[in-house]
């Protein structure tokens, strides 16, 4: 069998409060004999500290069965109550007992009186009521950390479940559509074809790599959409253009990660391409750790098909990442969408 050994707190409580209490009982025994005679110190203080002690690890026991027993903080009204009894179960024998043992050995030639009893009896119960008031604070504050870091553990994992559906859902988008441009390429020129492919290994080997991360810094993301651009290039050439304009003070700072080629694929897919009225999309840092990607309005005649998980996917991460200023503005020549910053040290 197990032996139980009290929290080390509650040991220094005990050796702090006994002696203190052992002043008091004695008062309750022995009156002013306690001042002067010297043999209440020798046996009767030592023997009420002894007996306190096997008490006070009776009542330890008890609260210890009582919260393995209902542990949780919606059961914290029948834990209370059952510590409660701890003055029925555990204090009331000790103090009866402790009566009992002085008188029936006359220890220091004790007689047992009515009032000792009940005095002895409200000093074990004013100590068992701030005891058990101060022990069951601390648990129920306890356990209520403990329940926040669950669940904010919880909280965590689902976060990352959650980025994890949403980086899945760009791999085989962007995967199709380049298969679709390579697709187009290999029966119109060959040369270029080759050409897509071998940059598209390149994209698709750092959009692997990249895409196991919750976040990315502005430099790895800029530098990724360039590449991703050349793919751009490679089918329409000067019909989309790209600008970006990175003030490098922002190079580390983060961002979901895929945001810009979510959002520069999404505006070649809704606008109309032509080397007559290209389409123009700037990418540009603003003060107030903001990235901004702006594009020229030409929409197409006919819609292209859309699952609507560009825009969606990066609102939701950064919900998750719960990071406020990301925005979405159109005007009849402008679509423009604000990327909020974060520092470095901030992660999901």
Not at 166 to 184: A, G, R
Request: hydrophobic share 45%; glycine share 4%.
């Amino acid at each position: 069998m197990k032996i139980f050994f009290p929290p080390k707190h509650k040991c220094n409580l005990f050796l702090f409060s006994m002696p203190l209490i052992d002043v008091v009982l004695n008062l309750v025994l022995y009156k002013e004999r306690f001042w002067t005679d010297a043999n209440v110190w020798l046996l009767s203080f030592p023997l009420l500290y002894a007996i306190g002690f096997l008490s006070w690890y009776g009542h330890m026991l008890y609260g210890h069965y009582i919260e393995k027993k209902y542990p949780t903080l919606h059961q914290s009204r029948k834990r209370i109550t059952w510590k409660a009894m701890v003055a029925i179960l555990v204090m009331c024998p000790s103090v009866l007992f402790i009566f009992w043992l002085y008188n029936y050995f006359h220890i220091l030639g004790y007689n047992i009186q009515q009032k000792d009893i009940t005095k002895g009896l409200l000093v074990g119960f004013g100590v068992n009521l701030i005891f058990e008031t101060l022990f069951e604070a601390e648990y129920i504050l306890m356990q209520y950390k403990e329940s926040k870091m669950e669940k904010e553990t919880l909280q965590l994992l689902s976060i990352k479940d959650e980025f994890d559906a949403l980086k899945n859902q760009v791999n085989p988008h962007f995967l199709f559509n380049c298969f679709n441009t390579l697709s187009s390429l290999i029966s119109v020129d060959k040369q270029r074809a080759e050409q897509f492919l071998n940059e598209l290994s390149k994209v698709y080997r750092y959009l692997l790599r990249n895409n196991q991360e919750t976040v990315s810094t502005v430099e790895n993301e800029i530098k990724f959409i360039q590449s991703y651009f050349q793919l751009l290039q490679t089918r329409h050439g000067d019909a989309v253009q790209l600008n970006t304009e990175i003030d490098k003070k922002y190079y580390q700072y983060l961002l979901p990660s895929l945001s810009l080629q979510l959002l520069v694929e999404n505006v070649v897919k809704h606008n109309a391409l032509s080397k007559s009225q290209p389409l123009v999309i700037d990418i540009f840092t603003t003060a107030g750790n903001k990235l901004v990607v702006n594009n020229n309005l030409q929409r197409r005649s006919i819609k292209a098909p859309s699952n609507k998980v560009g825009l969606q996917n990066i609102r939701t991460k950064y919900e998750l990442l719960r990071l406020q200023g990301f925005q979405v503005i159109e005007d009849e020549k402008n679509f423009t969408v604000v990327l909020p910053l974060l520092w470095r040290n901030i992660t999901a």
